[in-house]
């Protein structure tokens, strides 16, 4: 069985930039689950967030379709 070759991530398309400046803000759930929130760092001015990857329905992480979320997210702070 060939394997499907994936576009490298470096190559936004017309579709992933629409898809990034309309996209949901709360998607980032379905790539990280929340561990714990507002960590206090002892003697730092400043709170951690702490997450950790989901798993698909095969038990697997894709590391690959977070980076594409945060490529996205990126285009979408950036070109504003």
């Known amino acids: 069985m060939e394997r499907r070759r994936e576009a ?3 190559s936004i ?3 992933d930039l629409a898809a990034a400046l309309t996209g949901d803000p709360e998607a980032l759930d379905v790539h990280l689950s ?3 929130r507002d960590v206090v760092i002892d003697g730092c001015k400043v709170k951690i967030h702490c997450h950790c990857l989901t798993v698909d329905s ?3 992480v894709q590391p690959r ?3 594409e979320f945060m490529r996205n997210a990126v285009a979408e702070y950036a070109i504003p």
Do not use: K, Q
Request: charged letters at 25%; glycine letters at 6%; a neutral charge.
């Open 65 to 67: 379709r977070l980076a």
């Open 34 to 36: 929340l561990v714990e």
């Open 58 to 60: 095969n038990g697997r």
């Open 13 to 15: 398309t017309a579709d």
């Open 8 to 10: 490298p991530l470096s």
